[in-house]
C-alpha cells in the first residue's frame, strides 16, 4: 500500500503563484494578446450558453424550427452559422467581452491621465 503526500509546491495556490509569474514574465505586448485571446474564446464558447441562461429565464424556451424546446446545442450550432456567414450580430457578441475589456481599460487609463 502506497502513500501519496503531495509534494511541496504542487497545491493549488503554488500553481496560480507560477501561472502568475509566467504571466509577469512575458512582455507587456504578448501579456496583451493573452487577454485578448482568451476574452475572445470566452465570447466564442461561453457567451452562446450565457445567452441561452439569461433567454430562457427571460423570454421563455429557445425554439428551433419545429422544436419548441432546443437546448442549448441549438443555440450554440446557430451562433457558430451565423459567424460562419459573417452576421455582424454574431460577431459583435463573440468579440464583445474583448472588446469591453479594451474600454475599461481605456477609461481607466483616461481617468489616470
Known amino acids: 500500500m502506497t502513500t501519496s503526500s503531495a509534494s511541496p509546491g504542487s497545491g493549488p495556490l503554488e500553481r496560480l503563484v507560477r501561472l502568475r509569474d509566467a504571466v509577469r514574465a512575458r512582455s507587456r505586448t504578448q501579456r496583451e494578446l493573452l487577454l485578448f485571446g482568451l476574452m475572445t474564446l470566452f465570447g466564442l464558447i461561453v457567451m452562446p450558453f450565457l445567452i441561452w441562461i439569461a433567454s430562457g429565464r427571460v423570454l421563455g424556451p429557445y ?48 481617468w489616470r491621465a
Open 63 to 110: 425554439t428551433h424550427g419545429q422544436n419548441l424546446h432546443a437546448g442549448p446545442l441549438a443555440l450554440v450550432a446557430d451562433y457558430y452559422t451565423g459567424l460562419a456567414h459573417g452576421s455582424l450580430v454574431f460577431w459583435c457578441v463573440a468579440l464583445g467581452p474583448a472588446v469591453l475589456v479594451l474600454l475599461i481599460r481605456g477609461f481607466i487609463a483616461a
